[in-house]
């Protein structure tokens, strides 16, 4: 499984295992006012926040955090507050003044940490939606989400699109069973992902169809990385229960052009690995923005 699935897996825990501390955090503040002849500086000193077991997940996790800071800031905010909260509590009740004024808002910073605390639940829990259980790797969604963005940041390297579609995978399942076959689709997700760049990026399209987005400076540079995934996979001995499997995939590649959206390039992408297919598959259909083919094989 791809790792990005197991580390919001950890952070939700984690983030779990937290705000169950500050529960417990609560429940020895009310021990120190029953007891108040105790002195606890990780409650009354002015940096508490920082002491707290929450304070050190939010540092480690503003280290950590890539598209959720902002909700770690928000969260971050919230958990100060209701330090500040409770501080000005025990002063009261230590001067016997408290009022209901202190006690509102104590209570007012508490549901507002722990909204803060379910937003970013959220974020968290639709970040893990957008990427496949089956092979951990990202969906179209998160492509579609990122594409206009990535080919704006394109420097003088090409980008390429690759929509590869695995060869006769019915059969696979049918001689082999479907659990087989999935495990087939994970091996192919994982070697191939392994495979390209960091600054590269695999995507689940749909069923046995992937999308790989790669830098390359030209034509003949893109055809050279996709033919070696290609051979890669052709030569892989995938081990699935007592079965040794082999497959080939066909795919479509083009060059992604300065201001095209999506929806273009892969349609041009499709056309490719559609007549790739109709030519015999296992191979790599170059096209252009003519809409001219050239087929890689061998
Ligand atoms: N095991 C498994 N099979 C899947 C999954 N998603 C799609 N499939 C199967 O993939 C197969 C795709 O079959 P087709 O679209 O007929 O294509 P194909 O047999 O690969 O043939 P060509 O693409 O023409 O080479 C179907 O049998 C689907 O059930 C999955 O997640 N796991």
Request: with cysteine; net charge negative.
């Amino acid at each position: 499984m791809n790792r990005k699935f197991t580390e919001i897996d950890e952070t939700i825990r984690e983030l779990n295992a937290s705000t169950d501390a500050h529960f417990k955090w609560l429940v020895k503040i009310l021990r120190f006012i029953a007891n108040h002849d105790i002195d606890l500086p990780e409650i009354t000193c002015d940096d508490a926040h920082q002491r707290c077991e929450f304070g050190h997940w939010i540092n480690t996790r503003l280290q950590e955090e890539r598209e959720g800071k902002n909700f770690v800031l928000d969260i971050s905010k919230k958990h100060i507050r209701v330090h500040q909260a409770c501080r000005n509590i025990i002063t009261a009740i230590n001067d016997k003044c408290q009022t209901d004024a202190v006690f509102n808002v104590f209570e007012q910073s508490l549901l507002s940490f722990t909204e803060a605390l379910t937003t970013y639940k959220v974020h968290l829990l639709q970040l893990r939606t957008s990427y496949d259980a089956l092979t951990g790797l990202p969906l179209r969604r998160i492509l579609d989400e990122s594409f206009t963005s990535m080919n704006n940041e394109l420097g003088a390297e090409g980008l390429y699109l690759l929509l590869l579609d695995v060869d006769h995978f019915k059969k696979v399942n049918d001689t082999y069973g479907h659990l087989n076959g999935d495990i087939v689709l994970r091996s192919l997700a994982m070697n191939m992902s392994n495979n390209i760049r960091r600054s590269e990026s695999m995507y689940r399209y749909g069923g046995e169809e992937f999308i790989v987005v790669m830098h390359a400076k030209d034509d003949r540079e893109a055809v050279t990385i996709a033919e070696r995934l290609r051979h890669d996979i052709a030569e892989l001995d995938m081990v699935a229960g007592e079965h040794i499997i082999r497959i080939t995939f066909t795919a479509g590649l083009t060059r992604i052009h300065p201001d095209e959206a999506l929806r273009e390039v892969l349609e041009r992408a499709d056309q490719a690995l559609y007549i790739g297919k109709k030519s015999g598959r296992n191979c790599t259909q170059l096209i252009n923005q003519r809409l001219e083919t050239k087929k890689f094989s061998g």
